[in-house]
């Protein structure tokens, strides 16, 4: 569960998973325990941090530490993903796939704790080949940090582009959404009260 750790900031933090190991030692074993946590304002920053100590508070309070550290600024369309993105990072491969406002965040637990963490309410997620979660995380992040807007390409490029067709689709959502349809509150029409109930109509 997420927790603030910077109130001034809006920072907050979520634990993404606790490793434990242990080393043999000649008194017996010796346990030692590492926190992978991802930190974010849910404003278009996040980051990562891995983290080992003798006790677990301890391990999730140097990793929230190297997570603001390595906090980067992500670009976002709304409440989406400006493209489609397919990123690799060792074995583990991540698409992340744009989608209209309502959707939600279509992904397993560590891809959503990093969207999350990123300001994204609406996209669609793909998790191919090794599950480590340190993997996962990195190219999600990797992912998210090659994000460009339209306008940042059709600036550097020198020439206008139309809107892409995510944005055509968030734009008609919006529309949609101010004109209220799909909330009809209309009276039912007086010829279909009769149908209501059959056996009325002996």
């Known amino acids: 569960m997420p927790e603030m750790i910077d109130e001034a900031g809006q920072i907050e933090s979520t634990t993404v998973n606790i490793y434990r190991t242990a080393a043999t030692v000649k008194g017996g074993r010796r346990f030692s325990f590492g926190a992978l946590v991802v930190v974010g304002d849910r404003q278009g920053k996040v980051g990562y941090g891995y983290a080992k100590s003798n006790e677990v508070p301890q391990a999730i309070e140097k990793a929230q530490r190297k997570a603001r550290r390595n906090m980067v600024t992500v670009k976002r369309l709304g409440t989406t993903v400006p493209h489609e993105v397919e990123t690799r990072f060792s074995a583990s491969k991540i698409r992340l796939i744009p989608a209209t406002p309502g959707t939600g965040i279509v992904a397993g637990a560590t891809v959503r704790a990093v969207l999350e963490m990123a300001g994204y309410s609406d996209c669609i997620t793909k998790s191919l080949g090794s599950g480590n ?11 998210l940090a090659k ?3 339209l306008e940042e390409v059709a600036e550097r490029r020198g ?3 139309e809107a892409s067709v995510i944005e055509q689709r968030i734009e008609r959502a919006k529309a949609l959404t101010g004109a209220g349809i799909g909330a009809s509150t209309e009276p039912a029409a007086a010829g279909d009260e009769g149908d209501a109930d059959p056996a009325t109509d002996n």
Do not use: P
């Open 147 to 149: 994000m460009r807007l």
């Open 133 to 143: 979660k340190l993997n996962v995380v990195k190219a999600t992040i990797d992912g």
């Open 159 to 161: 020439v206008e582009l």
